[in-house]
């Protein structure tokens, strides 16, 4: 694709904040089609389906705040000349093609497309049947603001793909491809990675960690742990585990209080066998598998530690590597825990769920990349660009 000038960016933007603002009955009516269809069983997912106007206004929120930002193509990250009188410059560039892939979230739709479109991407997307409605409309918005700048509407597509259909397409996809976003589950990104032709960036799974230390503020802990399980338990930066340093003081009176804390809130409580003994009324770990798990549901897991080492070590060995934190009033010791967790995200006295673009100064955010290359983390509208080295010389020869 070419490259567009920041105007004309930014003007497809400005008309899709009015478009979306103006078609908003349209956009609920079309959601409510989805909601009726869907199991409401699944409450993480039901959750993540809902658009109403909150979600709409966050839409155009995010619209708004990405026109705002700087564009981030051609900028300049370093310009050499050599001994030789070579000038070697490197600039931010375009990927190209962005394929995303994602669950139930029709505000994906839109987040993901204007920061995509912003970097001068074109973007697939590939949504699930359970938020057809809402995607098509939200496709048609995108194709109208498009066509009023006189820009091909070929730059936001929504691909209509069954699972074998899409298998297909990763395997030979009809046009060049050059990254794959899958958001979801554990099956989802495992189905992307088995069949994908090109770069993958994994994004989407939780599994997250927090570790509670002998000297821990535990006013603190129970507000963290409160907030970070239970305030979007449909959030991938919701959290899963709890590890409790065994020599904490007034340590069995401190886990039944948990206890009774979590279960007010209707959260249901796993444990490993030391924890039951202190509050034997709730599930207990039966099978290894549990310690890999993202709940995204009203459940946590309760764990004991003898302490940092074997808290590092066991957030390491299972965590998704997305978010983990630690509730200490040592600073040290917060430092070894934060640089020895292999997670995009650690937290010092601070819940899981400030892992989002807009929480951590990023802005809108195409995913959580859990991945170390190129850009772990929010990805924000600065780390939707790759780079590439211009090289300026005089019939220059290598010796």
Known sequence: ?????????????????????????????????????????????????????????????????????????????????????????????PFGTILIIYESRPDVTIEAAVLAFKANNKILLKGGKEALHSNTILEKCWHRALEENNVSKDWIKLL????EETQEFLKNPPEKLDLIVPRGGERLIKFVKDNASCAVLVSGRGNNFLYVAQDADW???????????????????????????????????????????????????????????????????????????????????????SGIDDAIEKINTYSGGHSASILTEDTKKATTFMQQVDSAA????????????????????????????????????????????????????RD
């Open 1 to 93: 694709m070419k490259l567009l000038s920041s105007k004309i960016k930014n003007n497809v933007l400005e008309s899709m904040i009015k478009i979306i603002d103006n078609d908003r009955d349209k956009i609920l009516e079309a959601n409510k089609k989805d909601i009726e269809a869907f199991n409401k069983e699944d409450q993480a997912l039901l959750d993540r389906l809902i658009v109403n106007n909150s979600k709409i206004d966050g839409m155009i929120k995010a619209i708004a705040e990405v026109k705002q930002q700087e564009d981030p193509v051609g900028k300049e990250i370093s310009n050499l000349t050599l001994d030789s009188g070579l000038v070697v410059t490197n600039k931010t560039a």
């Open 346 to 397: 650690v937290y010092h006295n601070a819940s899981t769920r400030f892992t989002d673009g807009g929480q951590m100064g990023v802005g809108a955010e195409l995913a959580i990349s859990t991945d170390k290359l190129h850009h772990r983390g929010p990805l924000g509208l600065k780390q939707l660009v790759t780079n590439k080295y211009y090289v300026f010389g005089d019939g220059h020869i």
């Open 219 to 305: 006013t603190k802990t129970i507000n963290v742990i409160v907030n970070a399980k239970t305030h979007k338990i449909s959030g991938c930066n919701a959290l899963d585990k709890v590890l409790i340093n065994k020599n904490i003081n007034d340590y069995e009176a401190k886990v039944k209080e948990l206890e009774v804390v979590l279960k007010q809130l209707n959260v249901s409580i796993v444990t490993d066998n030391n924890i039951a003994n202190l509050i034997p009324e709730n599930e207990k770990i039966t099978a290894d598998d549990i310690w890999y798990q993202e709940f995204l549901a009203l459940k946590i897991l309760i764990a004991e530690v």
């Open 160 to 163: 209509h793909l069954q699972r």
